[in-house]
């Protein structure tokens, strides 16, 4: 008889533990505006668990790219040209990207396509051409390695955009 009032009492408490640990934080969703020279707005904040959903749309009449990462990165000439440490490579995942109508993925970006890619900059990149408002959807989870602060910025025409200010800031807390 003692045995199951253990028991009993045992999973009582495992219950009434469960019921107060932290639910799920609610998913985040923002339209960030890409154009000549910024992200509008320049700050996302977001919890570890959050399925975050990033709405891009480039107004710009040039083209524009997101990258997410820490200690930005020069090329052989001194330009900015990425990051050390990308945010989703340190993670070990992918977000999953999505273009809108009409829109087709080039893996191998030229001028005037768009698409996601790694390894250009260093890391994960969605690019969007200009003239037209293009769009895409980045989508991901938060994960505990990415609490912290981390940058986003456009490397687009050899750092130039970077160097002008097309940069914000993600802050992950748990």
């Known amino acids: 008889m003692k045995k199951g009032i253990y028991v009993f009492a045992f999973i009582l408490a495992g219950l009434l ?12 969703a923002m339209t960030i505006q890409m154009n000549e020279f ?3 707005p320049n700050r996302i904040e977001a919890r570890v668990g959050q399925q975050v959903t990033l709405n ?7 083209e524009h790219e997101i990258m997410f990462g820490r200690n930005m990165m020069t090329d052989g000439k001194g330009q900015p040209n990425g990051f050390e440490t990308d945010v ?3 993670a ?3 977000p999953t990207v999505t273009f809108g109508e009409g829109m087709q993925v080039g893996m191998d970006m030229g001028e005037g396509e768009m698409g996601m890619t790694s390894g250009e900059h260093g890391g994960y990149m969605v690019s969007l051409p200009g003239m037209g408002g293009q769009t895409a959807q980045m989508t991901f989870t938060v994960t505990e390695d990415m609490i912290g602060e981390w940058e986003f910025g456009c490397f687009a025409q050899e750092g130039t955009h970077y160097q002008q200010g097309m940069t914000g800031t993600m802050i992950v807390t748990p």
């Not at 533990?17 to 985040?28: N, Q, R, V, W």
């Not at 891009?56 to 040039?62: E, K, M, Q, R």
Request: charged share 5%.
């Open 17 to 28: 533990l469960a019921g107060c640990s932290p639910a799920a934080p609610e998913p985040l």
């Open 38 to 40: 910024a992200y509008t």
């Open 56 to 62: 891009l749309v480039n107004d710009g009449a040039l």
């Open 88 to 90: 989703f490579m340190m």
């Open 92 to 94: 070990n995942m992918q």
